[in-house]
């Protein structure tokens, strides 16, 4: 067995070392919440009564005890495609719960929000505080101690790591994911971003836009390309809280359904009453948060997860940072290119072999832990292989190689010898930058900046022509204490435009880009944020920054002297419209994008 790469190990270890107080406070949360909480046995025969009155034919064996009931935690809507397939899943659960002696019951369910429909509107100001309503919505399905095990249905963007942070603080429940799929490939991707950039440009109108976007997003299911939703996907199998290679089948096949079933009849078998209790506090632990970033640099996913993994892991009691994310992608080959980062689609993807050649290739050669405690029943190396149907039973079987070498790639031949995220720290603050969907010779930028507070002025210059030269696009007062940190996606069209005519072009935030930020230099998530006084409220518009991948530098360059005299500028006013103002309990207390952003988690470790 191949020894595992000596910088993963030390990273691990640093994790662990720094953890160590905070890990061991919440070990001793989910003792408790097994050995000495309140679970079903304790509750008051009102309270019991109450918990079984709906439950028709389950009621007896509610009732008696006897046999593990499920808590399905559910984030099904039917306007948004990832989620609609959920729609029958609770049914089909307790179906494949009663084939095993179990019960499930619809335990709650949580907001699933759409970054693609909320995109460049009011509304994306309440995408990344949904992740922690999400996480309270869960914690309050949990709460009625009716259940030995969990099953969270859900998908996208905020969705999982909501559900896990909620889900975490019931860690001694056994639990595991349940994905619904992406849907069918539609229109190409690449195909999709030429017509928004004519659009941007005035060179078709908004028939033929609508049209590309609704034959590009055109049914149920995931949307295709690998932002953050399918990292999430991509996360959970690395983490071994999946069925294996449960990600990427598509809704509304056989293999869906029996992945489903098989998830049912495993989160039965692992429960406290049996010899292989695996609950969920324990499956997650410091080698499973490292797991989850190396699947992060050897796919490119999203960046969005290095503001929603340090929260995850802090629900677990864990600590990590933007150095940690840094190091391991400087020895994880990135050995996937899913768009944005390539041509293909995730289903293109899954059927080069997916994430069971990821694992395999990266567990061959000591890229990732295989030691962790996993849903599976022998670990991480399930997760290696792929689920087939035959002779009508669900089955997984080996995945020699990859079947498509332009989209999947062994480590000995990888895309790029690193996993493309790098961190930047200077004068301006700290940041991430993903650079695997850029082109190498725009990994430095130097150019005067440009200075705005809202995705609209950008626009309205871009139509002006007055960012019709080299420059650094910075967008400030957009961090999670501003206004809730919203995606900028809207933007990406205008600076690819400026970008292919030749310009030297970057972004540079403190609100969010996501996993799909694809070809023009985006150094985002910047912290401290402008609103409390961060470095990037001191800009002017004119002054030269230095965006640099290669040396990992973020710069001003201004006079020290002079930069150190500025007055700050008054930030715009709070969100007022749309719902926002309902979150200004959970901007004021929010904390830096490198901790998670997250006001509930900030909140809690005052008390603990």
């Not at 659960?93 to 909320?118: F, H, L, N, W, Y």
């Not at 944005?340 to 061959?364: W, Y």
Request: charged share 20%.
């Amino acid at each position: 067995m191949t020894d595992l790469h000596p910088v993963i190990a030390k990273v691990t270890d640093r994790i662990i070392k720094r953890s160590a107080p905070q890990r061991r406070k919440y070990l001793d949360l989910i003792e408790r919440g097994r050995d000495a909480g309140t679970n079903r046995t304790q509750l008051s025969c009102g309270n019991l009564a109450h918990g079984f009155a709906a439950s028709g034919e389950d009621k007896p064996v509610i009732r008696s005890g006897q046999a593990m009931n499920i808590g399905i935690v559910t984030a099904y809507n039917d306007m948004l495609s990832a989620h609609q397939p959920y729609g029958r899943y609770p049914e089909a659960i307790k179906i494949a719960a009663r084939e095993v002696g179990a019960t499930a019951q619809v335990a709650g369910g949580v907001p699933a929000m759409c970054d693609g429909v909320t995109q460049g509107q009011a509304g994306m100001d309440l995408s990344l505080f949904s992740r922690d309503t999400i996480a309270l919505a869960t914690a309050v399905a949990l709460s009625h101690a009716m259940f030995e095990g969990a099953l969270l249905l859900g998908i996208c963007d905020k969705i999982v790591p909501g559900l896990l942070i909620g889900a975490l603080r019931f860690g001694h429940l056994p639990t595991i994911l349940v994905p619904g799929g992406p849907m069918p490939s539609g229109l190409a991707n690449k195909e999709k971003v030429r017509i928004r950039q004519l659009y941007a440009e005035g060179k078709v109108g908004r028939e033929e836009l609508l049209e590309s976007e609704s034959a590009s997003y055109h049914g149920a299911g995931t949307c295709t390309f690998y932002g953050t939703a399918n990292s999430n996907q991509m996360m959970m199998e690395v983490m071994g809280l999946h069925m294996p290679c449960a990600s990427f089948v598509n809704p509304g096949t056989k293999l869906r359904s029996e992945l489903t079933r098989a998830a049912v009849h495993r989160v039965t078998a692992i429960g406290w009453d049996g010899d292989d209790y695996r609950p969920l506090g324990h499956c997650i632990d410091e080698k499973a948060i490292v797991n989850a970033i190396i699947g992060l640099m050897a796919t490119g996913g999203s960046t969005n997860h290095a503001i929603h993994l340090p929260a995850i892991a802090r629900a677990a009691g864990i600590t990590i940072d933007w150095t940690d994310f840094a190091e391991i992608s400087d020895v994880v080959p990135l050995l996937a290119r899913v768009y944005p980062n390539g041509a293909g689609d995730v289903n293109n993807f899954h059927a080069a072999g997916g994430m069971s050649v990821v694992i395999r290739e990266l567990l061959d050669n000591g890229l990732l832990h295989r030691d962790i405690l996993t849903v599976a029943r022998d670990g991480l190396t399930d997760y290696g292989k792929e689920p087939v149907i035959e002779d009508e039973a669900l089955q997984w079987r080996d995945v020699p190689a990859s079947r498509d070498l332009s989209i999947l790639r062994p480590v000995s031949d990888p895309f790029s010898p690193d996993g493309g995220m790098r961190l930047l720290a200077g004068n301006l603050g700290r940041c991430v930058m993903k650079v695997s969907a850029v082109d190498r010779e725009r990994w430095t930028i130097e150019a005067p900046a440009a200075i705005f507070h809202d995705q609209d002025d950008v626009l309205r210059a871009f139509k002006a022509g007055e960012l019709e030269r080299d420059v650094v696009v910075v967008m400030r007062f957009q961090g999670p204490r501003a206004n809730g940190m919203p995606e900028l996606h809207k933007l990406t069209p205008a600076l690819g435009v400026l970008q292919d005519r030749g310009f030297r072009v970057a972004l540079v935030t403190d609100g969010r880009m996501s996993g799909a930020s694809g070809k023009v230099p985006a150094a985002i998530h910047l912290s401290p944020e402008a609103l409390g006084g961060g470095p990037i409220a001191r800009l002017k518009d004119g002054d030269m920054v230095r965006v640099c991948a290669e040396t990992g530098v973020i710069e001003a360059l201004v006079d020290a002297a002079e930069w150190n005299a500025r007055d700050l500028p008054a930030p715009p006013p709070p969100p007022y419209n749309t719902g926002r103002e309902l979150f200004a309990l959970f901007r004021h207390h929010s904390d830096l994008a490198e901790q998670g952003a997250s006001p509930i988690l900030a909140a809690m470790e005052t008390e603990m």
